[in-house]
């Protein structure tokens, strides 16, 4: 655990990089409120901590070395982004904040933020090939897991929070019916592109 700020560093801005989970942070934020949105970051946190632990047992191991199930899952996580992609791309613009905030429950937002974290077998790939490297062998594994683990669901809440914070900050130049149109857009054609690349891409 010496090495604890390196693994913070490479945490965090692993975490920072845009993808699928960030663009959604960032589209909740500002088309569904800070409330809604801090529920898809719980969702995103509770996934990517479970991950983890899956990265760290048999079944993390499995999926490393299986192609086929390492394929299987990505295809399902791929499917599911396009969906999502095709979905908020034919998204109507909104005419009624408070009807699209009642329409965006809490554990619809939850969800669909744990399910774009978990259905992604690269985040386990990850996981196994970073956690070996700041883990002493001579000492207590799962200690040091949990802190490794916890370390990186909590930079998720906070990046992921002031990714939202932002976005919201900038909601008043997003909150026309042109703006939500053109958000949907380009939101909904991300996540196509993540799907497709997410197939396309090898193991």
Known sequence: MDNYLIYFG???ATVMLPGPAVILTLNNSIQRGLPRTFSGIAGIALAIFLVSVISATSLGVVLAKSAFA????KIIGAIYLVYLGIKIFKSKNIMNAQTNLKESTFEKCFAEGFFISISNPKTIVFFMSIFPQFIDLSKAYAPQ???LAS???VLVV???TAYAIFACLANSKLSSDRGNSILNKITGSVFIGFGVGLVASSK
């Open 10 to 12: 490479v945490a965090m």
């Open 70 to 73: 390492f394929t299987i899952i």
């Open 145 to 147: 897991f949990i802190i």
């Open 151 to 153: 370390t990186f669901s």
């Open 158 to 160: 906070v990046i992921h």
